[in-house]
């Protein structure tokens, strides 16, 4: 009994040894988040001006100084904004963290890197250009904003010669060897920006190169590792869903097209995905995504179907690990909430933008 109890003091005393410095600092800087008070009165705002305004008696001002209001729009600036103090809030955070919750951090924001890729890929099919692309990038990956930029100005066929160049291009080119050949990626890549069927595919191919990193890149050694892995089976999930009713909404009955178009890793299974592809409308899809999604209320389009999705797995992470004791746990914690505060403000100048009431903005907002 008494190696026992030992053993159990030595492991707490362990955990504060690795942790407690980093736990401080964070729990510091958590109390300084924007809470749901400020949300409220930024979203009755009736102009991008009264958020600016707002913003600057925040931590928020330098940033804000240092974009030129010259080249982008007021709701621009605070999309881009949020985007980089959500950055330099992680590379401040990976600083000070021990060496062993490097990792951890490392795959959840190696997700940026795939959401940019996915959007600058869309954008340039669309006919934008790098201006209009640039405050919807979210610099916290490990892609530069310079081969971003490089990436999103070349012409047609260089855009996968400039993936490719980057690291993460070479390990995505590597690691897709087993899902398709390297010559039929490069081929995605070209033809992405002429047909939309292409351009779905690589998009299913970048989540699934994401999700494999994330199973097989994870090297996470406390119990957090287990609650992390099921979130991002629930992520998994939920695009599976949101990819079949995209599917079933263009015609598709193939079962052969929804196996190419489902990303493996989830927990929902392939015959329910089936049964999702002949549902008749909404209604009957919603039967068949409760019992791995407890959605309440009813979703008219897939926009809606898809923000509830994000909005349950954003509040099931910070359930998680907002009350984490000293360990990795709290470190994720906070970064997850400022994932969700640098979201809530980009939400809520474009609800203004689009011109929507105080209340339908709030409906789109995670409250943690």
């Not at 530069?144 to 993460?168: F, H, N, P």
């Not at 994330?214 to 999930?237: Q, Y």
């Not at 000293?326 to 933008?353: A, C, P, Q």
């Amino acid at each position: 009994m008494m190696g026992l109890l030992s053993g159990a003091i030595g492991l707490f005393e362990s955990k504060h040894l690795v942790y407690g410095y980093s736990n401080a600092r964070v729990r510091a800087r958590k109390a300084k988040i924007l809470q749901w008070e400020s949300f409220e009165d930024l979203s009755s705002q009736n102009t991008v001006n009264g958020v600016i305004a707002m913003l600057e008696r925040t931590y928020y001002k330098d940033t804000l100084s240092q974009i030129s209001l010259s080249r982008v729009s007021r709701a621009e600036t605070v999309e881009i904004a949020a985007g980089m103090h959500y950055a330099e809030v992680v590379g401040r955070v990976r600083g000070f963290v021990p060496p062993k919750a490097r990792p951890a951090i490392d795959a959840l924001v190696r997700k940026w890197d795939f959401l940019n890729l996915k959007m600058i890929i869309a954008s340039r099919r669309a006919g934008r250009k790098w201006e209009q692309i640039r405050p919807y990038i979210i610099p916290a990956g490990t892609l530069s904003m310079a081969e971003l930029e490089g990436i999103a100005r070349a012409d047609g066929e260089k855009i996968y010669v400039g993936i490719r160049r980057t690291d993460l291009g070479r390990e995505m080119f590597s690691q897709t060897s087993s899902l398709i050949r390297g010559t039929e990626l490069e081929q995605m890549l070209i033809q992405s920006l002429k047909s939309a069927q292409v351009l779905n595919q690589l998009q299913v191919l970048l989540d699934t190169a994401y999700y494999n990193y994330l199973d097989s890149g994870m090297e996470i050694p406390d119990r957090e590792a287990g609650i992390l892995r099921n979130i991002v089976r629930k992520e998994i999930d939920a695009r599976n869903i949101i990819n079949t009713l995209r599917l079933a909404k263009a015609g598709v009955k193939s079962e052969d097209t929804l196996e190419k178009y489902t990303i493996k890793g989830g927990t929902m299974k392939q015959s329910a995905l089936r049964a999702l592809l002949s549902a008749d409308g909404m209604e009957s899809a919603l039967r068949i995504i409760r019992p791995t999604f407890s959605l309440k209320g009813e979703y008219k389009s897939l926009v809606e179907l898809e923000m509830a999705f994000k909005q349950e797995i954003a509040r099931e992470r910070i359930k998680r690990f907002y009350r984490a004791t000293v360990s990795l746990g709290t470190i994720l914690g906070f970064l997850f909430i400022k994932e969700e505060e640098m979201n809530n403000l980009r939400r809520v100048v474009r609800g203004i933008d689009y011109r929507l009431s105080p209340e339908e903005i709030r409906s789109t907002l995670v409250e943690y």
